[in-house]
């Protein structure tokens, strides 16, 4: 079955210091991979994708993710963490079952300390 | 840029009300989405829709039917509203041709029954 892991529900960290969020997924031929974030009481928006192509990817905000097909993992990274980064980050992967169809990771909570 | 509205940010019901969400976007998109998303579970998709009057269950239907007139217009329903819908709602569209697209997301509404 098709399905998304973030092993950490809640991350801190301090400003300044370096990020690292994990992703594992299960998915039987080559993934669409894409890393959402939601600010508190927003919607979610688009910080990157992997179709295809450099296995490392840059996004918005200072982010970049690295999709290993040999880990199934599509961790997100981000050397130098800002207050205003503090949100929810979502992982999904598609396509599931047509339609563009994305299944969502449970989600990881990011706080900064200052 | 593309926009989805939503057309309420947070709502209170009671036990029983027939609840309609409404979801709009912008862009012309084929695919449009509606998801509920709750603490600890991520995003899981409730209905979607590939064009006008067409729509499919997704993974929770249960206890919600949908409505698509418009193109441009995506309507969520709880026919009788129960305490376990309480919840936020997302709605989401896509393109539907071509690479696969991401999808674009409206702020949410928060739903609480009593």
Redesign the interface.
Known sequence: AQS?T?PD?HITVSEGASLELRCNYSYGATP?L?W?VQSP??????LL?Y?SGDTLVQGIKGFEAEFKRSQSSFNLRKPSVHWSDAAEY?CAV??SGG????I????TRLAVHP | DVKVTQSSRYLVKRTGEKVFLECVQDMDHENMFWYRQDPGLGLRLIYFSYDVKMKEKGDIPEGYSVSREKKERFSLILESASTNQTSMYLCASSFGTGLYNEQFFGPGTRLTVL
């Open positions: 998304v973030q529900i669409y894409f959402y009481g927003q919607g979610l928006q688009l994708k179709f979502f598609g396509p339609y563009n169809k994305l969502f990771g449970a989600g």
